[in-house]
């Protein structure tokens, strides 16, 4: 699967931008989704995810309560909805795609399809 991410931008803290990722292919529902982000200097991190099967999701505690991560198998679209944000979201974001929900939540960076990231940054 092939996956292009958009929406990325600068915002003020406080303020919301939504995530999209676009897959190519008839297997997305297939699919666990999730999105992954990387500040500078700083190693790429889990942020949210949603299983293929019955939509379960899993955040990071850094951002529950704030950011929902939905998808639309008829669009083969994930989205990330980024409400409250503040200066230290500020990192390049990625989607991610994996066979495997474990996969996707704990596995090894080559274990998931990777889109190219979208810069958010959220200023003070």
């Known amino acids: 699967v092939q996956l292009q991410a958009s929406g990325g931008g600068l915002v003020r803290a406080g303020g919301s931008l939504r995530l999209s990722c676009a897959a190519s292919?008839?297997?997305?529902?297939?699919?666990?989704m999730g999105w992954f982000r990387q500040a500078p200097g700083k190693e790429r991190e889990f942020v949210a995810g949603i299983s293929s099967t019955d939509g379960s999701t899993d955040y990071a505690d850094s951002v529950k309560g704030r950011f929902t991560i939905s998808r639309d198998n008829a669009k083969n679209t994930v989205y990330l909805q980024m409400n409250s944000l503040k200066p230290e979201d500020t990192a390049v974001y990625y989607c991610a795609a994996s066979w495997s929900w474990y996969s996707m939540r704990y596995g090894l960076d080559s274990d998931r399809n990777w889109g190219q990231g979208t810069q958010v940054t959220v200023s003070s």
């Open positions: 292919g008839h297997t997305f529902s297939r699919y666990a």
